[in-house]
Each structure stands twice: as structure tokens, then as C-alpha cells.
């Protein structure tokens, strides 16, 4: 049950743009509360346009207490106010999907109870709650019992059901030693045993960030937004000076213009429509990557996933599944194929290695059915022996070339020069060669190779054709390293690789200004993880590559790196394209409201007047409604993100430019204009 809770709580943490009525009220109430100036600091644009409503709504008090036209600043207040909230709400609409999410994982979470062992020599164990485990703690965690939290195997072997973390129903095998030996607090032990060392305190546990991350809580800007804010925050002065100037302007051409007015005009020329989805797009960029199954533990590594230039993969685990696999048995000649494959079913029955299950799903997906008989003797694998199988009236054997033909009482040599070839060729591809025997013949050749991940080549071409490189880094000999670089297609290898060469070439990369990603999920693979730009760990490595790595995927898939690029090249053009429509407008709005001000003093500023609006008031008006209204509008838009498409940056900047560029200098003339009417109906009604 514990499991179910944590599966729904994670689903909901990783489901898509759901506007639900709770998370909406939840949005609007937050809103409310980032009037406070203190949080609007941060947003200078947002800021002043507080400031603004401020004075306007003092404004509003004053013509009502003195007797005077109260209507037009009010409504002007009015529509500031809604400017300003209607920002706020983008932000929280964002926040809120994360929050609603970290409320179902952690009402999901139960109060587990660990086995710590107290005395390692005996093995006595004493309940104790999850929470109170410190890190170096071990604990017993048996068949049906959860993880209670994040750490190392130090002993045992045992499935493990990761479905509460990564949404895969199928357990995975988990032991000590290795690359497979990190598990996760809230997973479930299905069968077996473990002895677990604690690794992370409370509240630090993968889980616990998991939760931080996607309510937002350590979302941190990316330098692309300090960038842009920087930019809004300079625009913002530089048409406060402007603004300022238009009083002396006013005065010389004989017209009074009114300090409400000019705050209303210096709204509607600041770019208050990025201003106000800025935060709500770096936000929902971290939540795309969660639809996608990956933790961003960085706001800058999602913005850098859109400017990736190479990807280093490690090879196992990553593109490879980490275990040899039997791919084919080789029948010996005068050997029927079924006899040699049932001979290998037969020898590995026992077999509970991934390499024997492996040998026993090939047998089976090709028909050969057998089972252990009662009155068997299994002889276990040996170090010294190097064979492995059962003795059942006949006997069944595999292992190691040369330790099976001492067990037939022959030389090497005399193996047949068939099998002899396909043993040569097994070596030379990389991969592991086992002779199976039945009685005291050789009946075949076991192929056990490092399989590549299904679909893993086609989404390496899909890489190459946004432009990314891609380069696989193992620690195989150069002759195995070509073969499954040749498999899994990617561009170049790297073999014989130590921990050092892999930082050593993302470093070279970096010189050359191109931004790094690389892939990885063993220890090795720590200090690369850490130096590249998009570090992503696969969630079945270790502790040391989760926590080096700036992303987590939890579905361990490498290519998942397409859908990350493309989140982050999706939030790089949706900011560029909110901005772009967002100056676009503020080019619009000039022209509404600077010759309708002016137009009665300055007959020649007509020219400019194309939109023939009613009056500076209706312009006025109509104007600040166009901006608040293109908020909320837009706000669907910058939670979704502009859709990626894998084109050229020319013809990308371009396509973008028509839509948002122009749509933003038309939609405010007729926005604005449809509004100027209704407006001016509502005053003559």
C-alpha cells in the first residue's frame, strides 16, 4: 500500500499542465499575497507597476474626497491592480502545480519502520522509525519491508520494486558492489535481502529533494533571466526618463497632461508582459522535465540543455544495459540448433545470475521449453571450476571455453574449427564466448554480450540532426569500444577511458566554448558528472553519480537527453519569443497613446493617430486593459512553452519573428481598438 501511495504521489508530481480548481483558488490567494513590495523586488517591471497602482488608487481617494471626476482614475487604479495581480498569478499557477504535487508525495509518505542493526556480529536488529536513522546507520530490509532511506548494499542480493520512484513495474536486481548498489528511500524489497548503510540524513534524502524541486523552493535564476531581468530593469528607467521628459514636452506645447496619465503611459510602455510571465516560464521549464520522468536539480541546467553542443554517454548502463545477455547459441556441427539451445536452457536453469536468466529467456522466446527435474544436483558456479549447470540423469554444463574443454579431457585445440571461428569472432566483437556441453560432448557456443538499450541508434541519429554530437566514453579495449560505438551509432568513442580522461575531454570541449552533457550512472562517472554543464545520472546508479549530477532521470533511458534538449531549447524560445511579442506591443501601444495625448496641441502628431481612438482617456484605458488582459491571455502559452521544432536557428529565428514579432505589433492595435469602442459605448450607455 505504502508503495501504491508513493506511485499515485509521484504520477502526480510528473502529470502535465492540469489547471485544477484547487490549485487555481490556491494560485489566486498567492497572488494576493506577492502584492507585498518585498517580493516583487525581484521584478522590477511588476515593481513599478505597483507602484503606479499605488498612486493611482491614491488618486482615486482624493477626486472622491474634493468632489471631483473620480470614474477615470479609479477604473485606471482598477486595471493596474489587475496588472499587477494578473502577474503574480502566473507565478503561482506555475508554483502551485509543483506545491500540489510535493503535497501528494508527501502525504504519501508513511512513518516506515527500519530494522537497524545494532550488533553485526549476530545480526540482532531493533525496530526503529525511518526518521530517526542516521547516516553510517545499516539497516535489514527483508522481503515486503520498504527502503526506509537512501543508501549503499553493503551485503546481499535482492529485486527490488523502484516503482514508487521511477513508474517501472518491473523489480530490478540490486546487490553489493557495483554500479547497481545505491537504492532509494520509499522503494519495496520484493524477494531476498539486503543490508543497507544509510547515506542520507532526513530531509536530504532523494525523496526530500525530489519534493523541494518540484514545489520550486530551490529554483535559483538562471543567467539568462538575471540577464533579462537586468534588461527589463533597465528599459524600466530608461522609459521612466522618458515619460519624465513628456511633462517638459507637455508644457511647451501648451498642454497639461495629466500625472495620472503619464504613470498609466509609462505602464504601458515598460515590457510588463515578459515582466510578468518571466518567472511563471523558468518555472514550468523545471516541471516539463518531471512530465518527462527527470528531477532538475538546477534551473541552469535546463536553460544550458538548450545550448548543448556534445554529449558524453558512459557506455554501461548507459548505452549498454550493464549485464552480458545471451544474444545467440552456436550449434557445434552435427548439432541440431533445438538440442544446442536446450542444452543451454538445461545448463542455466539454476543459474540465477542475469547472465543464466538471460541464457533461459533466449531459450524460451525460441520455443525450447525444460524445467529443473525434482531429483537434480546443481553444480553451482566456481572460481576454480569456472562451469556451472545440473546433473539429471544426463549431465548439462557452460562456462568458460577453456575450463569446459579441461572438463571434456580435451586440449583446446581439438575444438572444432567452426566453433573454434565463432569463438574468435565472440571475442573480437567484444563479447563473452561459453561453451555448453551435454554428457561428454560440446554441443555448442553461448554469445553473452553487453546488449545496447533498444531504440537507443535512432535516437542518436534524432540527436544528430539537432546538431548535437554525440560521444561514447568506456573503459573497454579500443576493438570492443568501435563495436558497440558502431551499434549504438554514436559519432566517436572514447576507449580505455579513466575517470580522469573523461573530465580531462569535457574540460578540452568547454575550451573550445561548446557546452557539455554528459551521461552517466557509476562512480567513475562523479567527477565528469560534475564538471560538465548538463550532468545527467541515471537513477539506478550510485549515491556519488546522483549527487554529482545537476539532473536525474529516473527511467535510467540515456536518450532521454533528446527530450531534456528539447525542454531546454523550449524554454530558451519561449522566453525569446514572450519577449519579442512583448517589445512588439510596447512599439504598438506608443503609437495609441503618445497622438492621442497629443493630437489636440500638436495637429501634426494626427498623422500618427492610425487608430482614430476616441479620446486620451479611452486610449488611455484601453490601453492598460490591452495589458493586463495579454497577461492572463499568455499565460497558458508560457506554462506550455512554445513548441520546439528541429529546424535552423535562421529559419527558427524568422518563423518566430512573423508570429511574435508581428503578431505582437498587430494584436495591440486591434486589441486596443475593439476595446476603445467597447469602452466608449459603455461611457455613452
Known amino acids: 500500500m505504502a508503495t501504491l501511495a508513493l506511485e499515485t504521489g509521484r504520477r502526480s508530481a510528473v502529470s502535465g499542465a492540469n489547471f485544477s480548481g484547487s490549485i487555481v483558488a490556491s494560485a489566486a490567494a498567492d497572488a494576493v499575497k506577492k502584492l507585498n513590495p518585498r517580493h516583487l523586488t525581484s521584478n522590477p517591471v511588476i515593481l513599478a507597476t505597483e507602484v503606479v ?7 482615486t481617494v482624493t477626486a472622491i474626497a474634493s468632489g471631483h471626476a473620480w470614474l477615470f482614475p479609479l477604473q485606471i487604479a482598477f486595471w493596474l491592480w489587475a496588472t499587477v495581480l494578473f502577474a503574480n498569478f502566473a507565478e503561482s499557477i506555475a508554483e502551485g502545480r509543483g506545491k500540489a504535487a510535493a503535497d501528494a508525495l508527501r502525504a504519501a509518505r508513511v512513518d516506515t519502520m527500519a530494522k537497524l542493526v545494532v550488533d553485526p556480529s549476530t545480526g540482532m536488529t531493533v525496530p526503529t522509525s525511518a526518521y530517526k536513522l542516521a547516516v553510517g546507520d545499516v539497516v535489514l530490509v527483508e522481503a515486503g519491508d520498504m527502503i526506509p532511506a537512501d543508501g549503499e548494499i553493503i551485503e546481499g542480493v535482492a529485486s527490488v520494486n523502484e516503482a514508487a520512484i521511477t513508474g517501472e513495474s518491473a523489480p530490478v536486481i540490486r546487490e553489493s558492489g557495483g554500479d547497481r548498489s545505491a537504492v532509494t528511500g520509499g522503494t519495496t524489497v520484493v524477494s531476498d535481502w539486503l543490508k543497507v548503510r544509510v547515506t542520507a540524513a532526513q530531509g536530504s534524502s532523494f525523496l526530500d529533494r525530489m519534493i523541494a524541486m518540484v514545489e520550486g523552493a530551490d529554483r535559483r535564476k538562471t543567467p539568462n533571466e538575471i540577464a533579462l531581468a537586468v534588461l527589463l530593469a533597465g528599459l524600466t528607467l530608461v522609459f521612466l526618463i522618458v515619460v519624465t521628459t513628456l511633462v517638459g514636452l507637455g508644457h511647451y506645447a501648451g498642454v497639461n497632461v495629466d500625472p495620472l496619465v503619464l504613470g498609466a503611459l509609462f505602464i504601458c510602455l515598460i515590457p510588463t508582459t515578459i515582466g510578468g510571465l518571466l518567472s511563471a516560464v523558468g518555472i514550468a521549464g523545471m516541471d516539463r522535465l518531471l512530465k518527462f520522468n527527470v528531477l532538475a536539480t538546477s534551473g541552469r541546467a535546463v536553460e544550458a540543455a538548450g545550448d548543448v553542443d556534445t554529449l558524453l554517454l558512459d557506455k554501461t548502463g548507459t548505452i549498454t544495459f550493464g549485464n552480458r545477455m545471451a544474444t545467440e547459441v552456436i550449434a557445434a556441427p552435427g548439432v541440431a540448433a533445438p538440442v544446442a539451445l536446450r542444452a543451454a536452457l538445461m545448463a542455466s536453469l539454476a543459474d540465477e545470475t542475469p547472465e543464466g536468466r538471460s541464457i533461459v529467456d533466449l531459450a524460451r522466446s525460441s520455443g525450447v521449453v525444460g524445467e529443473i527435474p525434482a531429483d537434480a544436483t546443481v553444480i553451482p558456479f566456481s572460481a576454480t571450476t569456472r562451469l556451472s549447470g545440473i546433473d539429471a540423469g544426463s549431465r548439462w554444463r557452460k562456462g568458460a571455453v577453456d575450463a569446459m574443454m579441461r572438463y571434456l579431457g580435451r586440449e583446446p585445440s581439438q575444438m572444432p574449427v567452426e566453433l573454434a571461428a565463432a569463438v574468435d569472432r565472440i571475442a ?57 560505438a558502431s551499434e549504438a551509432g554514436v559519432d566517436d568513442f572514447l576507449a580505455e577511458a579513466t575517470p580522469e580522461d573523461k573530465l580531462r575531454m569535457i574540460r578540452e570541449e568547454q575550451g ?23 550532468g545527467v545520472a541515471m537513477q539506478t546508479g550510485t549515491q556519488a553519480a546522483r549527487e554529482a549530477g545537476n539532473m536525474v532521470d529516473l527511467d535510467s533511458d540515456p536518450t532521454k537527453v533528446i527530450e531534456i534538449v528539447e525542454v531546454g531549447k523550449q524554454l530558451l524560445i519561449t522566453r525569446g519569443a514572450l519577449t519579442t511579442f512583448s517589445i512588439a506591443n510596447d512599439v504598438a501601444k506608443y503609437f495609441a497613446i503618445i497622438p492621442a495625448i497629443f493630437v489636440v496641441a500638436l495637429p501634426a502628431l494626427g498623422a500618427l493617430n492610425i487608430m482614430h481612438l476616441s479620446s486620451p482617456q479611452s486610449a488611455i484605458l484601453s490601453a492598460i486593459i490591452f495589458n493586463a488582459l495579454i497577461i492572463m491571455a499568455l499565460i497558458p502559452l508560457a506554462l506550455r512553452g512554445v513548441k520546439y521544432r528541429a529546424i535552423g536557428a535562421q529559419r527558427l529565428l524568422t518563423r518566430n519573428l512573423l508570429i511574435y ?25
Open 428 to 484: 573480437r566483437s567484444g563479447g563473452t564466448p561459453l561453451a555448453v556441453s551435454e554428457g561428454d560432448h560440446l554441443v555448442g557456443v553461448i554469445h553473452l554480450k553487453d546488449v545496447v538499450k533498444p531504440g537507443v541508434k535512432e535516437r542518436f541519429a534524432d540527436l544528430r540532426r539537432m546538431g548535437v554530437r554525440t560521444v561514447m566514453i568506456t573503459g573497454d579495449n579500443p576493438v570492443t569500444a568501435a563495436a558497440i
Open 661 to 685: 514579432g508581428l503578431g505582437g505589433v498587430i494584436a495591440p492595435f486591434i486589441g486596443i481598438k475593439l476595446l476603445d469602442l467597447l469602452v466608449t459605448f459603455t461611457h455613452l450607455a
Open 53 to 59: 497602482a499605488v498612486l493611482a488608487t491614491i488618486s
Open 512 to 534: 573550445k566554448g561548446r557546452l557539455v552533457a554528459m551521461c552517466g550512472d557509476g562512480a567513475n562517472d562523479a567527477p565528469a558528472l560534475a564538471q560538465a554543464d548538463v
